[in-house]
């Protein structure tokens, strides 16, 4: 008896996967019906099913997968094509047996339910065009050119208690290379390891004296064996998002028919990785999430092309790793979420009040859709607009540890972004010092590691606008002093300290410590509730002493320095895909006063340095001005000069009149430098990479949008080319 | 009856129910928090657990001990998880006759009164009854 149920319960597994491939195919198939492979491996896996239903005695859940087996053996023989209603039929048995199988676990028999009616269907739909059934097979060898290796073709002539064997031999030779565990296994496996690398961090921190060589020898072993363990069960545990990501083009086709609209789902990095507690959390918020975007986001065709969209609608789901976290981003490109119906749902459902509204900026109001109770589906649908949900999917996100954020255009659509962060896993990391407390740094987040003396390099720390930066191999790095974000005083010398250069969403900044103490692997723990919300922790772990230590959130970091933008400024969103690469794509740029009194700005990577020189130290040199710079002569241009101005006003040609001083941005390189003297150095910000619009006069090179005020970007190749002649600009600006 | 764990806390008899106690340590190594609220002393390690430890002399307002003076951890099961809560002293694990309970007594003022479920009158003084979850709420925190 034991022995049945064990086939039995095989017997349940296979067919699960098996019809989360069918789902998968379908769909897939709905898209290129002659694609004989997908088909093949259709009619397999309905075959599979039959049979061993058979063998079973499930003679309901038999005659149902009979029938469809029939009418995908005569689409795989190109007799019959795939339609809208096959396809609806066909998925509909696959649910039917979904269905009968959820009966098989808990009741040993296929159920009480009937599905003559669809199995009746089938068999009509397999007979539609030809009379017979039964003879159509001898087409079969004709028509197919074979892709198949484990000869199913036999199957639909020979008897049934055949059939059961043909599929049990063919599973005996893959169960050699994989084995089924428990995830409660594996899990379990995880936590010791998780202990074992504390244990073995304990040891190697043993002082030395004490460890004779033949202990330090098995102390050596015992880290690469730990190393190897963990490395093992941490690939163990991940799976390509691809198992969520799946499911949702069926997903997305049964809603747009329900709905009656045209939608199409593009899916990218499916095979990003993901520990698999994690793939669990978010398959439910996600689901939500492409549910709501069909059936709110994406307008009906009808409405779509009045608003000059094409009819059918489009949501982009995308997968990567970036900074040490998994991003998840899901865009639909709908009618956007209404922020003046939000406003007004929000107060008639009392959540908040007219006070609170009327102080909210844009995304603070649509973060508002996270609050519990709030829906603005003006319809109950069956899909969605019942007041549970988006409450759910941030708390669900949140509870990992992530984080959910919206971004919405009316109108343009609307994009979702899901940060999962590192949990549950054992990653390197460095350990910093601040006095006597020690923080970990995922070395994910990490770029390198300098170390700044007095007397060594040139110069320590310069301020541009009251902001520090640091000047890295000629580029400048805006600094973040630890102390001063985690509210301590400073325990950083002056004159030696060190600078972590980080990276956090896609930008760099330095993290000023007071030192580093090492590196280690260190097991990620979540931080207690208490504690959770602070923003620049992202766990906590235990160090080889027993002590806890805090793990630093690079993001959160960059974001309370205000390296990077808390809230992103809103761009024009063209489409899409720009919508999309316009969030990664951002760098900083130095604002300076130009002509006519406008903003200018230009990418803060190809400023060398920033000086003050003295007026009186120019000197003429051929066409231009020079100065002495780092024994060598730089020549230096107004900006005017080189950009023209607009509007001809008088106005003393200097603007370094008052005092003798000017400031001068410096480009270039030793040997080869040139400085532009500017008004006024205003700011350093953040901006999308890409121009907005191109420039309307020389020297400019576009327009962007920075602070929400225009600032035009200075074009350096022609600056450069104006000044140093244009082959000296060109080996520079090739070298940047 | 009902079980109570006691304990110390500055001119305070303080008790939580026995059950919800998991164990009781002397004071344990804690690395700070930054910028976490100031109730929370800190984070320690249970065995390879990450532990959060409130110091309930701040919460109810009372002065730090003083330095060298050493407090104990009471291990309470939370919602969350486990939440350590330094206390002055442990007293024991006595049975009190559930009928025994009573409101808080109207002297009793300041933010202390809102963690207090209660008091039972001893024979010899005023037992009062931790409201332990609201006194771990991360939210009241």
Known sequence: ?736 | MEQLCTFYLDSYFLAVDALRVQEVLRQQPLTQVPLAPPAIKGLMNLRGQIVPVVDLRHRFGFAPLPPGKKSFNVLLRGQDGLVSFLVDRVADVIEVPSEDFEPIPETLQGEGRRLLRGAFKLEKRLLLVLDAVRAMDASEL
């Open chain 1, 1 to 736: 008896m034991d022995g049945m149920q064990e086939i039995v319960a095989e017997f349940l597994v296979e067919s699960r996967e098996g019809l989360d491939q069918l789902d998968r195919d379908l769909v897939a198939l709905e898209e290129t019906p002659d694609d004989k492979e997908l088909l093949a491996r259709i009619f397999r896996c309905a075959h599979t099913v039959k049979g061993t239903s058979g063998f079973l005695g499930f003679t309901k859940l038999e005659a149902l997968t009979h029938a469809g087996e029939s009418l995908l053996s005569r689409m795989r023989d190109g007799e019959i094509r795939l339609d809208d209603a096959k396809t609806t039929a066909l998925l509909a048995m696959v649910d039917a047996i979904r269905a009968m199988l959820d009966e098989v676990e808990v009741g040993a028999t296929d159920g009480d339910k009937d599905y003559s009616e669809l199995t009746e269907t089938l068999r009509q739909m397999a007979a539609g065009e030809a009379v017979q059934i039964k003879r159509s097979e001898p087409v079969a060898p004709a028509a197919p050119p074979a892709p198949v290796h484990i000869a199913p073709e036999p199957a639909v002539e020979e008897p049934i208690a055949v059939d059961a064997h043909a599929p049990a031999q063919h599973e005996s030779h893959t169960a050699n290379e994989t084995v089924r565990v428990d995830v409660g296994l594996i899990d379990h496996l995880m936590d010791f390891a998780g202990e074992l690398v504390l244990t073995r961090n304990q040891i190697m921190q043993m002082p030395s004296t004490r460890a004779d060589a033949l202990s330090s020898a098995a102390a050596q072993r015992l880290n690469l064996i730990t190393i190897a363990l963990q490395e093992g069960i941490m690939r163990m545990r991940m799976q390509p998002v691809d198992s969520v990501f799946s499911k949702f083009p069926r997903i997305v086709r049964d809603l747009a028919r329900g709905c009656r609209k045209l939608v199409r789902v593009e899916l990218e990095g499916k095979n990003t990785e993901l520990d698999k507690t994690l793939i669990e959390a978010i398959k439910d918020p996600l689901t939500h999430l492409i549910r709501n975007a069909v059936d709110h986001g994406i307008e009906p065709p009808d409405v779509r092309q009045a608003r000059g969209k094409p009819a059918e609608g489009r949501i982009l789901v995308r997968a990567f790793h970036q900074g040490g976290q998994v991003n998840i981003e899901m865009s639909d490109d709908g009618a956007g979420i209404p922020l003046d119906k939000v406003k007004a749902k929000a107060l008639a459902r009392n959540l908040v009040t007219p006070e609170q509204v009327a102080g909210l900026t844009e995304p603070e109001l649509t973060s508002l859709i996270f609050l519990p109770g709030f829906s603005t589906a003006d319809q109950v649908t069956n899909v969605s607009g019942r007041g549970v949900g988006m409450d759910v999917v941030k708390t669900n996100v949140e509870a990992i540890g992530g984080t959910v954020e919206v971004e919405t255009q009316l109108g343009k659509g609307t994009t979702f972004r899901l940060r999962i962060p590192l949990t549950l896993a054992i990653v390197p990391a460095l350990l910093v010092a601040s006095g006597s407390d020690r923080f970990a740094v995922p070395q994910v987040n990490l770029l390198e590691l300098v170390r700044v003396e007095e007397g060594r390099n040139e110069q320590l720390i310069e301020y541009v606008h009251g902001a520090p930066v640091y000047r890295l191999r000629g580029k400048l790095l805006q600094l973040i002093f630890f102390d001063e974000q985690i509210g301590r005083p400073s325990s950083v010398s002056r004159t030696s300290f060190y600078i972590v250069v980080l990276q956090a969403s896609g930008r760099q900044f330095g993290l000023v410590v007071e030192n580093v103490t090492g590196q280690q692997e260190i097991v990620v723990k979540p931080l207690p509730k208490q504690v959770k919300d602070i923003g620049i922790f992202a766990g906590a772990t235990i160090l080889g002493d027993g002590r806890v230590a805090l793990i630093l959130d690079t993001l959160g970091l960059a974001q309370r320095g205000h390296v990077v933008s808390e809230i992103r400024e809103r761009a024009a969103l063209p489409k899409l895909s720009d919508l999309v690469l316009a969030a990664q794509e951002r760098c900083t740029y130095l604002l300076f006063r130009g002509p006519d009194d406008g903003r200018m700005a230009i990418p803060l990577a190809s400023v060398a340095r920033l000086e003050i020189i003295r007026t009186d130290q120019l000197e003429p040199s051929g066409e231009h001005e020079a100065i002495q710079y780092r024994d060598d002569i730089m020549p230096v241009v107004p900006v005017e000069r080189v950009v023209i101005e607009r509007r001809s006003r008088p106005r003393s040609d200097a603007p370094e009149a008052s005092n003798n001083e000017a400031n001068v941005i410096v480009f270039g390189r030793p040997g080869a430098y040139m400085g532009l003297v500017v008004a006024d150095i205003l700011d350093i910000v953040e901006g999308p990479v890409t121009l907005q619009h191109a420039g309307t006069r020389p020297g400019v090179a576009g327009t962007l949008i920075l602070q929400s005020r225009i600032a035009e970007i200075l074009d350096l190749d022609y600056v450069l080319s104006a000044v140093l002649g244009e082959e000296q600009a060109r080996s520079l600006l090739k070298s940047a």
